[in-house]
């Protein structure tokens, strides 16, 4: 019989095997892999990143001019300052990050800017100046409450191994509940918002946090406020753009020695005795394994990588993804281009003037936006304008319904769009030379080819309805040996939630492999305390 210290090296040096290398998958490797377990991570793409991915907007191979045509805001560094921590480096000695005292410009017209900084105050001023001192101190008190909204959260539900309703009003105590009371709780994001903010852009403004998770302002839930004080805490640009963060991660994992197969899918995950034994790739190769991370949507575990008897023991305990209730997908323009007269920061927002009209023509309608909302990341500019010389890379975003896999948007759809799109550009100020342009356009269906069984969703099921929230998968799935990570399970969308997926995916698997002890529900330490 081993013993207990001979049994713990056996098991750590079991094979796990992760599929799916975007950023749930990278942080749970790299985790993994920092506790001595052997990993060994599939992805079907040539290119590691998932969602976090580059384009290459260049005519020229000699000046490449990559494009960050994915997520572009780096948020929780603390996320990642504890797994470099873990992996025996640090953000600062891997990364070269800046710190933006302007979270984000935002347009309604040529006469209408509203900066949003950092700092509360010189928001309010800001406010004050664009709005009314009325708004103004309703703002500062908007932003004490997200401040005490995330602080009550943070712990109980983002960082719970499988948070529900009663656990969470338990932890809470008496002064957390009444923290959750006095926001709404019952109430819709836009609902609440209405209580601190009577100028309707500035409504707009905080009611886009729904889209952070793909939903609809007018549909989730008033909890989702918090991203506020998230952005409050620090928004940083990393240096070469968030691919930069996918290359870093990948390389500390690599030397810790996790062994990365692209451009291979997994076909099927294999199941014995109803349990995880390994998956079949589609060249027919098969990995033996007992331990399985599925990182990726869940809607295609149904989609074909389980088998029938996979499927049911996973429908018996959790609801199957419904295609009703996808969250968002997007239009997106990566490119590389001459524009004039707006003074663009690192992330930028434009508005149209009917908010709601927006997402009543994707969520019931199911086509796509005659009055978009426009984000544009110019990744060659920091939180202050800097004149430089043409061309700049952009990234253009346009929020669209996920039905990439019913079908694709005529020609004549799309050209509506991009024309209301650009359009809306020009009015704010921001000319676009169009013919100059290197462009490439992604679709919903496109998104769908990346990310299989999404319908070009990019956030998983949207948050509609306040016990919405409770209802995403945790890492531990019904299927024994089969760990869950990635944007569609518990904490949700965005790459600091995804990472904490993964992180979580890792601490639930050395929990049942032995080498932690899980103990309450809290798995990882949050960052509360780094504020």
Same mark, same amino acid.
């Given at each position: 019989?081993?013993?207990?210290?001979?049994?713990?090296?056996?098991?750590?040096?079991?094979?796990?095997?992760?599929?799916?290398?975007?950023?749930?998958?990278?942080?749970?490797?790299?985790?993994?892999?920092?506790?001595?377990?052997?990993?060994?991570?599939?992805?079907?793409?040539?290119?590691?990143?998932?969602?976090?991915?580059?384009?290459?907007?260049?005519?020229?191979?000699?000046?490449?001019?990559?494009?960050?045509?994915?997520?572009?805001?780096?948020?929780?560094?603390?996320?990642?300052?504890?797994?470099?921590?873990?992996?025996?480096?640090?953000?600062?000695?891997?990364?070269?990050?800046?710190?933006?005292?302007?979270?984000?410009?935002?347009?309604?017209?040529?006469?209408?800017?509203?900066?949003?900084?950092?700092?509360?105050?010189?928001?309010?001023?800001?406010?004050?100046?664009?709005?009314?001192?009325?708004?103004?101190?309703?703002?500062?008190?908007?932003?004490?409450?997200?401040?005490?909204?995330?602080?009550?959260?943070?712990?109980?539900?983002?960082?719970?191994?499988?948070?529900?309703?009663?656990?969470?009003?338990?932890?809470?105590?008496?002064?957390?509940?009444?923290?959750?009371?006095?926001?709404?709780?019952?109430?819709?994001?836009?609902?609440?918002?209405?209580?601190?903010?009577?100028?309707?852009?500035?409504?707009?403004?905080?009611?886009?946090?729904?889209?952070?998770?793909?939903?609809?302002?007018?549909?989730?839930?008033?909890?989702?406020?918090?991203?506020?004080?998230?952005?409050?805490?620090?928004?940083?640009?990393?240096?070469?753009?968030?691919?930069?963060?996918?290359?870093?991660?990948?390389?500390?994992?690599?030397?810790?020695?996790?062994?990365?197969?692209?451009?291979?899918?997994?076909?099927?995950?294999?199941?014995?005795?109803?349990?995880?034994?390994?998956?079949?790739?589609?060249?027919?190769?098969?990995?033996?394994? /007992?331990?399985? #991370?599925?990182?990726?949507?869940?809607? !295609? %575990?149904?989609?074909? &990588?389980?088998? +029938?008897? $996979?499927?049911?023991?996973?429908?018996?305990?959790?609801?199957?993804?419904?295609?009703?209730?996808?969250?968002?997908?997007?239009?997106?323009?990566?490119?590389?281009?001459?524009?004039?007269?707006?003074?663009?920061?690192?992330?930028?927002?434009?508005?149209?003037?009917?908010?709601?009209?927006?997402?009543?023509?994707?969520?019931?309608?199911?086509?796509?936006?005659?009055?978009?909302?426009?984000?544009?990341?110019?990744?060659?500019?920091?939180?202050?304008?800097?004149?430089?010389?043409?061309?700049?890379?952009?990234?253009?975003?346009?929020?669209?319904?996920?039905?990439?896999?019913?079908?694709?948007?005529?020609?004549?759809?799309?050209?509506?769009?991009?024309?209301?799109?650009?359009?809306?550009?020009?009015?704010?100020?921001?000319?676009?030379?169009? /013919?100059?342009? #290197?462009?490439?356009?992604?679709?919903? !269906? %496109?998104?769908?080819? &990346?990310?299989? +069984?999404? $319908?070009?969703?990019?956030?998983?099921?949207?948050?509609?309805?306040?016990?919405?929230?409770?209802?995403?998968?945790?890492?531990?799935?019904?299927?024994?040996?089969?760990?869950?990570?990635?944007?569609?399970?518990?904490?949700?969308?965005?790459?600091?939630?995804?990472?904490?997926?993964?992180?979580?995916?890792?601490?639930?698997?050395?929990?049942?492999?032995?080498?932690?002890?899980?103990?309450?529900?809290?798995?990882?330490?949050?960052?509360?305390?780094?504020?």
């Amino acid at each position: 019989m081993l013993s207990v210290a001979g049994r713990v090296e056996l098991l750590a040096k079991t094979p796990v095997i992760i599929i799916g290398g975007g950023i749930g998958g990278l942080t749970c490797a790299l985790d993994l892999a920092s506790s001595g377990v052997e990993v060994t991570v599939i992805e079907k793409e040539h290119q590691v990143g998932g969602k976090i991915r580059q384009i290459n907007c260049s005519n020229n191979p000699l000046v490449p001019a990559p494009v960050d045509s994915g997520p572009t805001v780096f948020t929780m560094r603390w996320v990642f300052d504890a797994l470099f921590q873990k992996a025996g480096t640090s953000l600062e000695s891997e990364l070269k990050l800046e710190k933006l005292n302007v979270l984000a410009r935002h347009a309604w017209s040529k006469d209408e800017r509203l900066d949003l900084f950092s700092d509360a105050e010189q928001s309010a001023q800001a406010i004050a100046e664009f709005s009314s001192p009325a708004e103004a101190k309703r703002f500062l008190q908007f932003t004490n409450q997200c401040r005490s909204l995330y602080k009550a959260l943070e712990k109980p539900y983002m960082l719970s191994s499988r948070p529900h309703f009663a656990g969470m009003i338990s932890d809470l105590g008496i002064s957390g509940a009444k923290v959750l009371y006095d926001i709404g709780l019952f109430n819709n994001l836009w609902k609440s918002l209405g209580n601190y903010f009577h100028d309707p852009r500035l409504r707009q403004l905080f009611g886009r946090y729904a889209t952070y998770c793909g939903s609809s302002p007018y549909q989730a839930p008033a909890t989702l406020m918090l991203i506020a004080d998230v952005e409050a805490q620090g928004v940083w640009a990393v240096d070469g753009g968030m691919y930069t963060l996918v290359k870093v991660i990948r390389k500390l994992a690599e030397e810790k020695g996790v062994h990365f197969l692209t451009g291979q899918a997994c076909e099927e995950i294999l199941l014995k005795n109803g349990k995880v034994s390994g998956i079949r790739l589609t060249n027919g190769t098969l990995l033996y394994g /007992d331990h399985v #991370i599925f990182n990726g949507d869940l809607a !295609a %575990l149904q989609a074909g &990588l389980l088998n +029938a008897e $996979g499927i049911k023991a996973l429908n018996a305990r959790m609801t199957p993804p419904s295609p009703a209730k996808r969250s968002l997908s997007a239009l997106t323009w990566s490119m590389s281009v001459k524009t004039d007269s707006f003074p663009l920061l690192r992330h930028n927002v434009f508005f149209n003037q009917d908010y709601q009209a927006e997402f009543d023509d994707i969520f019931n309608m199911g086509r796509l936006p005659s009055k978009p909302t426009v984000y544009v990341c110019a990744q060659d500019q920091g939180d202050s304008y800097q004149a430089k010389p043409d061309p700049q890379r952009l990234l253009c975003l346009v929020n669209a319904p996920a039905k990439g896999d019913q079908s694709e948007f005529t020609a004549q759809e799309i050209e509506k769009c991009e024309h209301e799109t650009f359009g809306l550009l020009q009015q704010c100020g921001l000319n676009i030379d169009l /013919d100059s342009a #290197i462009c490439h356009r992604t679709t919903p !269906a %496109l998104f769908n080819q &990346l990310f299989p +069984a999404t $319908g070009g969703a990019l956030y998983g099921q949207a948050n509609h309805g306040w016990m919405e929230t409770f209802g995403r998968a945790s890492a531990h799935s019904p299927i024994p040996g089969l760990y869950l990570a990635g944007g569609s399970v518990h904490p949700g969308p965005g790459v600091p939630m995804a990472a904490l997926s993964g992180r979580m995916a890792a601490a639930t698997l050395m929990g049942h492999l032995g080498l932690t002890k899980l103990s309450g529900r809290t798995l990882i330490s949050g960052g509360t305390s780094m504020l």
